[in-house]
């Protein structure tokens, strides 16, 4: 069948290019080859995640948009159209990686922060102390503290796990298959050097990475992968993954030409096959049953950890993270419809999920409501671009942001949205040994370290200039946030006033 | 399979939360003792969950949901039924019920065996897994309910139909739906139609009788069971059509213009 599709982007070669062929090397979807002493391209196969133009020791490489003309639709956009195209060619569900890219509005960019002028003042945290460690982990509803003989004073509230975070900031789960070993290992070292916390995702956690246990939630999700005694007595936490914020209610296949040696030992299945993570739990089907995992995970763990769920933001989401709660988590993870993936159906990851601005705000509400917001951690994710977003995020009632993402980034993802190919060019999404070296472990550990450590003083900034200097004196302080452009049935349910209002 | 001759240390489980008792046997085995015997157990959650491999539990009564979840080693063996999800991703170790079994018997385990003499619920041996060092296997006497071994990806699910109460009905619907590894066994036969999409029947050859014989000789020797007697009828064996199910579901990569 002929191909009624063109090429979204169009590569070209200046005459700067000195033939070095760096380009054709650099390119993992062979949409360069070498004619003679000119890389020549095939266009289609370009997905435009800039490697060769990074990489062009000439500066010699451009890629641009394929601009051919058709006539103006905003009804019926050229993407729409290309999707059709190709699902009229192929009969298939349409793979997409990364989080959804449509123009939903973005709440965050809504919001704004308030500031200390004159009567309240600000503080500067260059010179102040500003407290930012965060502890993950449920909060009794009271403390009893007692006196003994000799007058010290000491907590006899016996307290539930709590693990310690120089910062509101963890990496949020991605598992050994969406991305590769190299890839764990900087989250892993990076997560260790800044005093807090990585997420290994549903994949299991490879063998050499369990001296990093301290440093990592361990995943329980649906295909059950990877999970062993070992493997939850080395964590620091436990998260049971009930729902993802890009592929809401849907579970995943990991395709058997991902699952590599390396994979399959990880994973505790053969290599080769299919790792297919069902898309509810086979023994979750109520909040009751969900207690049962917790409770499971606990006495595996002898009570020493915290055991928390991630959710996707979704309808109900306020119903369901009260039943979570309730159902023995430590904490929550709320993942938003921006959240990222390794593969999801296109449809899914574009029309499915809320945003995580609402979801978060609906679940602070419900659970102070309920009177039991103190007995979970919750963790915002799903979207988190910078640390102005992290800084609404515990204003509207996040105890702590997970990133996902804007990491990836930080290591290089462009966002091209191949990672469902596995030929990822950064290193990241891919299984691919050559490439997966291009991930250089030691400055991916510099390059997301030197991102959280940023975040972490930008909030220190941004606590200062709002005057408080603890990042608990934030947390749920809807009344420093005004929004913008935001209708009132909207801001009934953030708990925020529009921009003006005293 | 019998218990070693070390001493056994008895428990009375009659009125204990499950956090209790789970904690009274691991402080046991913590300090030594490798044959445990509780008696009265009665709807005790998750027993058998964390214990060192050595232990030799012997449970008398009923034990609740999640019955050695996450096992890695220790044999339980429990007189009486077991609730639903016994051996719930269990990486090895052994599992024998002296009665029925719930729903979920063996849910994604990797390794290990569970013995259930009666019948078992529904969804037994789904999402099982061969671990690289060994496949599980979940032998059933009696009957098995609807999804038996739904997206299977390894080990052995052996259904003998000895201790038959539901009407003939060997197995339900939706047998080996979405199965992309390991093996069925049905002794006996049952309609086509209760095979699910993924699932297909294959020849039992001298392999399979083989594998069937080192599976059931222990388990008829546990039950008092005539081993020539249960292995002279035939099998039914259901295997997977292929490894990758779904492999067609996606639309191609990118550049497939």
Known sequence: MRSYLLPDFLVQVSDACIGCGRCVRECSFSALEMSGKRPKANHARCVACRRCVVFCPTGAISVQRNQVASRDNAYWPVALRS????????????????????????????????????????????????????????????????????????????????????????????????????????????????????????????????????????????????????????????????????????????????????????????????????????????????????????????????????????????????????????????????????????????????????????????LRQEGIRNQVTLIASGGIRCSADMVKAIALGADLVAIGTAALISLGCTLCQACYTGRCAWGLTTQDPALAARQNVEEGVERLGNLLNAWSAELKEMLGALGINAVESLRGNRERLRAVGLDGETLAILGVQAAGRE | MSLSASPAVELDATGLHYQELNARLATLAAAGSRRLVVRNVLGQRFIGTGLPGEVELELHGTPGEDLGAFLDGPTLRVFGNAQNAAGNTMSSGLIIIHGAAGDIVGHSMRGGQIWVQGSAGYRVGIHMKACPNGGPAVIVGGSAGDFLGEYMAGGVLIVLGLANGDNGRLVGNWLGTGMHGGAIYVRGEFPGYRIGRGAGQAPCDDGDRALLRAYLGPYCAEFGLDLEQVLASPFTKLAPLTARPYGRLYAGSVGEL
């Open chain 1, 83 to 366: 999707d059709l195209l190709r699902q009229a060619q192929t009969g298939g569900i349409l793979l997409a990686g990364a989080g959804n890219d449509l123009a939903y509005p973005s709440i965050w960019d809504h919001l704004l922060l308030d500031a200390s002028q004159v009567t309240n003042p600000s503080i500067d945290p260059l010179r102040e102390p500003m407290e930012v460690t965060t502890f993950l982990g449920s909060k009794p509803a009271a403390l009893r503290v007692a006196e003994s003989a000799t007058g010290e004073l000491h907590l006899e509230t016996e307290l539930p796990p709590q693990l310690r975070l120089d910062t509101p900031i963890i990496i949020g789960a991605m598992s050994l298959g969406a991305v590769n070993l190299n890839v764990h290992r900087i989250l892993a070292r990076a997560a260790q050097a800044a005093g807090t916390l990585w997420n290994c995702g549903e994949g299991g956690l490879h063998e050499e990475l369990y001296p990093f246990g301290p440093q990592t939630i361990v995943q329980v999700a649906s295909g059950r992968f990877g999970v062993h005694r070992h493997y939850l007595e080395q964590a620091a936490a436990v998260e049971i993954k009930m729902g993802q914020g890009a592929k809401p209610g849907i579970g995943g296949h990991l395709p058997g030409e991902k699952v590599t040696a390396e994979i399959a030992a990880t994973r505790m299945i053969p290599e080769g096959a299919d790792a297919l993570s069902p898309a509810p739990h086979h023994d979750i089907y109520s909040i009751e049953d969900l207690a049962q995992l917790v409770g499971a995970l606990k006495q595996a763990t002898n009570y020493s950890k915290p055991v928390g769920v991630k959710i996707a933001a979704v309808h109900h989401v306020a119903a369901i993270a009260s039943g979570a709660a309730r159902a023995g988590a430590d904490f929550i993870t709320i993942d938003g419809f921006r959240g990222g993936t390794g593969a999801a159906p296109k449809v899914v990851r574009n029309h499915m999920g809320i945003p995580i601005e609402l979801a978060l705000a609906a679940v602070d509400d419900r």
